[in-house]
């Protein structure tokens, strides 16, 4: 496929090949996301595996890889402990209740860590890729963006489970 201006004469300042959708998909952030988080997140949602996932952004590949898998038996207090607390991460985590009704049910929920004390090019990195990454684990129910831990707190939790 050769490149042509407007009046149909080739011009050779124009591309001749076409860019993968893949790549054109990634390019907002050019970040790309391992096989094994959308895997992982499939096992929380659908085998109950695990209770919480940190992710992160790996400087060296420029992906989204797991950073740690929380057992079933994980509390939420594991989970937040496990958010370091100058460092910006993406975690899913799967939140158990009783509804008013008396009926057991969970949600997943999504959240945006981005600590005040984190870099300003991570927090800028961690934004621009979020919605892209988000997208890709299908079945997430609610979300939050906090940057300190009262933001997603358990009170917070329970009141948007509801």
Request: hydrophobic fraction near 35%; include cysteine.
């Amino acid at each position: 496929m050769n490149a042509t201006s407007r009046d149909g004469e080739h011009d050779h300042r124009l591309p001749y090949h076409r860019v993968p959708t893949t790549l054109l998909a990634n390019s907002s952030s050019g970040m790309y996301v391992k096989d094994e988080c959308v895997l992982k997140f499939l096992e929380l949602k659908a085998k109950r595996n695990y209770r919480f996932i940190v992710f992160k952004i790996d400087d060296q590949t420029q992906q989204v890889v797991v950073e740690k898998l929380g057992g079933p038996q994980e509390t939420y207090e594991d989970f937040t402990n496990s958010l370091p607390p100058k460092e910006c991460r993406y975690a899913v985590f799967d939140y158990d209740f009783i509804t008013p009704e008396n009926c057991q049910k969970s949600k997943i929920f999504f959240v945006a860590w981005s600590p005040d004390g984190a870099r300003v090019r991570s927090k800028m990195l961690y934004a621009s890729s979020k919605d892209k990454f988000k997208r890709q684990l299908d079945g997430i129910q609610s979300e939050l963006q906090a940057t300190d831990p009262s933001e997603m707190s358990l009170d917070i939790i329970k009141s948007r489970a509801l």
